[in-house]
């Protein structure tokens, strides 16, 4: 009885952490019927083609607008070619480096661009690490590029190359997504892609970051800075058609709320009971999940995460939330006649943003307090 016991505990656990770190099969993205990987609008890709994604909500909000005044993206990958010869991305998200199909990679984003180096590939060589691993030294030229993505990956492999908290973007022990490219681009000899950053001294944001969540972030690396980088060419950038740009600008403008709270004074409140119960479920959950993924390597917290910053991340994020859903059912139900069966026209992106400030202030005095 006590076997069989043991026996459904861990059957339960083994539904959970797969349910819960999202192991399942992956779809498979076989290769087009012309062999050719595509861009949604048709361009064919290349290796070394540069990557830009729009991730959705807040989070791709605030690395869009906040890593470069009107920023776009918020995310850059690269393209490379599989020892297969299949092309594939070379990518690093919040759960780690993935490589991935063009086909895949694109079903993530609502916002995508195709950037290009326009400078002489022959240039390129495989840095010394990379030729003493795969024995090719005399790789070059777009081929090198693709040998060093495939060598980020086997490292990873052998052992994780863990996320990159304090985006360090020349410190290699730890990643973040534009690093990543960018790695691959100046370790074989060619341009950053991703040359101009936002510096922690120069903004309000990054500072007050630093200090309430205890990052130590220097800079913020931005996205959108290839768009002007004059070694690369914007191809085509693409907007899913069915989109609504409404769901960008409420998610800006949620963001931009938040920071102008913290600007005038305000600060988080700390949770009541039952919001410090659940952060504490939270903690308890992370770590029995974490101890028992004996498939992969252990994923530690950061030293920097405690109470105080997940208190911190909690009330911010709860704040602006709150005031997202808000503002979302109060649209559908004033404003959209699909939903609402009124005459209205569905709103702009200014009545957006209005209704947006409306419901931020509303809920204010829950979850922020005077300095």
């Known amino acids: 009885m006590i076997h069989r016991s043991r026996y459904l505990v861990i059957v339960a656990l083994a539904i959970t952490l797969f349910s819960v770190v999202g ?33 959705y909500g807040l989070i791709g909000a605030m690395f869009a607008n906040h890593s470069e005044a009107g920023g776009k993206y918020s995310h850059g990958a690269m393209v490379y070619r599989a020892a297969n010869g299949r092309l594939m991305m070379l990518n690093y998200r919040p759960t780690g480096m993935e490589t991935c199909t063009p086909e895949e990679f694109f079903t993530r984003y609502n916002r995508l661009a195709l950037v290009r180096y ?16 795969s024995g090719r030294p005399d790789r070059h030229g777009v081929a ?31 990643m973040f997504c ?80 938040l920071v102008e709270n913290i600007q005038a004074g305000y600060l988080p409140k700390r949770p009541r009971l039952g919001g410090r119960m659940k952060l504490n479920q939270v903690f308890f959950m992370y770590h029995l999940i974490t101890k028992s993924m004996f498939w992969r390597p252990k994923q530690d917290l950061p030293d920097f995460i405690d109470t105080e910053v997940i208190e911190n991340a909690y009330m911010m994020y709860s704040y602006a939330a709150q005031s997202k859903k808000a503002a979302k059912k109060r649209m559908l139900r004033e404003t959209c006649p699909v939903y609402a069966g009124t005459p209205n026209p569905e709103p702009t992106l200014d009545q957006v943003r209005c209704i947006v400030r409306e419901e931020c202030a509303a809920r204010l005095n829950t979850y922020m307090r005077v300095r």
């Open 23 to 55: 192991c399942g099969r992956q779809q498979e993205y076989p290769l087009p019927v012309d062999g050719v990987s595509r861009f949604p609008t048709g361009e064919a890709l290349r290796e070394g083609d540069v990557i830009l994604a729009r991730s």
């Open 118 to 133: 326009t400078g002489d590939f022959d240039q390129a060589r495989l840095p010394d690490d990379v030729a003493a691993w």
């Open 144 to 174: 090198a590029l693709s040998e060093t993505a495939r060598y980020w990956l086997w490292k990873d492999s052998v052992q994780r190359v863990p996320p990159d908290y304090h985006l360090d973007h020349d410190e290699h022990s730890a």
């Open 178 to 257: 534009l690093e990543l490219t960018s790695t691959v681009y100046r370790d074989c000899g060619l341009p950053d892609p991703f040359f101009r950053a936002r510096k922690a001294g120069e903004d309000f944001l990054l500072n007050t970051a630093n200090t309430m969540f205890k990052a130590d972030v220097y800079e913020i690396r931005s996205p959108s800075s290839v768009l002007s980088n004059s070694d690369f060419e914007v191809i085509v950038e693409w907007l899913r058609p069915e989109f609504d740009l409404r769901e960008e600008a409420l998610n800006e403008e949620v963001i931009a709320v």
